[in-house]
């Protein structure tokens, strides 16, 4: 079986210091990344009760957002998605639009479908999927202010 092509980023700009230089320049530095979008959401920590942050690729569906639980492929859910299945409330930043939302995990009904929306803009997708062989959740964050 043939492996799926990896294209390996920059990663110059990640982490604490991502959320930082967006969060200061709202979006100007930091919304592209890699040639894609990114939007900061902000969880509540499951075990601190302390807001969380992480800078991530989004996509959309209709007035939806669309985030991906992969965490490159390792083996284990990323922190904020266990952030969001014990308290689904959460925040986005896209540029200088705060919006709050409630999120689900896309269910077998809508992951086929949501699966080709997000590896369309990030197909590094598809080599995490290969890595791992845990489900990689689609995160599914709705308005819940609009």
């Known amino acids: 079986m043939e492996q799926p092509t990896y294209r390996k980023p920059d990663i110059s700009l990640r982490g604490a210091e991502h959320v930082q230089r967006y969060r200061e320049t709202d ?3 930091g919304y592209e990344w890699n040639g894609v979008p990114i939007l900061l959401l902000t969880t509540t920590g499951r075990k601190t009760g302390q807001p969380r942050t992480s800078a991530l690729i989004y996509g959309t569906d209709s007035d939806d ?3 991906v639980a992969s965490a490159g492929g390792a083996d284990s859910h990323p922190a904020w998605y266990l952030n969001l ?3 689904p409330d959460a925040r986005i930043q896209v540029k200088d639009d705060h919006i709050p939302v409630i999120a689900h995990t896309a269910g ?9 929306i997000v590896t369309g803009y990030w197909p590094n997708y598809d080599a995490y999927k290969a890595r791992t062989s845990r489900t990689i959740p689609i995160v599914v964050l709705r308005p819940s202010g609009r």
């Open 108 to 116: 077998p009904g809508e992951r086929d479908r949501l699966w080709r």
């Open 27 to 29: 979006g100007r530095i």
């Open 65 to 67: 957002y669309l985030v």
């Open 85 to 87: 299945q014990a308290e």
